[in-house]
């Protein structure tokens, strides 16, 4: 099993010379496993003297976003004078539905009397698209349950891609006190990282003092 986004040493093998003649210039040649970048060290053999033995390491590299699935491939380990052996190689792929939310609170000043409260910034860091929901889960006062609402109730993220949603506010006309709004932003899958984040939005009645000094 190995993650997208990741370089790991995958398994190794061994050649031995257990003849007796030495062996000379194995190679290997792989075919499957598009898309994925294969590296053996050492890179080949020239020569493998009669009774010695080297381990050749296989290292793979999956892309970031890499999709998910079981990948098969083959090597050909081939030398010029004794002849061939094959070596199946099988990767498998998990899926990933990882992401990130910049904050998990924003506090806005009630001037103007409408606006945008927040912007928040969600990326979906893994593998598959993630469809999203937000909820408002509590409001203090609880009359003022629609004084901010999100700009996206529901939505879906491609993998590897981000966006941004605003939690709007309207207090026209209502009294200037603090008012806390909280919101649950959840990911509609058993693969969700995290499945969700709890969000507190803060309208401040404060607006702090503006202050000009003059120097003669």
């Known amino acids: 099993t190995m993650q997208h986004g990741t370089t790991i040493i995958i398994g190794n093998f061994t050649l031995i010379s ?3 003649d030495i062996v000379y210039n194995i190679t290997y040649n792989l075919t499957g496993l598009e898309n994925i970048t294969m ?3 050492p890179v080949n053999v ?20 890499f999709p998910p699935g079981n990948y098969t491939g083959t090597v050909n380990i081939s030398s010029s004078n004794d002849g061939f052996s094959l070596l199946n190689i099988t990767i498998d792929v998990p899926e990933n539905g990882s992401w990130t939310i910049n904050g998990t609170y924003c506090e806005h000043i009630e001037s103007p009397d409408s606006g945008i409260a927040c912007t928040i910034l969600i990326n979906n860091t893994g ?3 993630l469809n999203f929901t937000v909820n408002q889960t509590s409001a203090s006062p609880s009359y003022s349950s629609n004084f901010t609402w999100p700009s996206l109730y529901n939505f879906t993220l491609q993998k590897q891609n981000s966006t941004t949603i605003e939690i709007l506010y309207d207090i026209t006309g209502q009294q200037k006190i603090f008012y806390n709004h909280t919101y649950n932003i959840s990911v509609n ?14 309208l401040n009645p404060y607006v702090s003092p503006e202050v000009n000094i003059t120097l003669d």
């Open 39 to 41: 590296n053996f060290t």
């Open 18 to 20: 257990a003849g007796n």
């Open 189 to 202: 899958s058993s693969a969700g990282e995290p499945l969700n984040v709890i969000y507190t939005v803060v």
């Open 46 to 65: 020239s020569s493998l003297p009669v009774g010695e033995n080297i381990t050749v390491n296989i290292t793979a590299s999956l892309y970031a976003g």
């Open 127 to 129: 593998n598959i698209p």
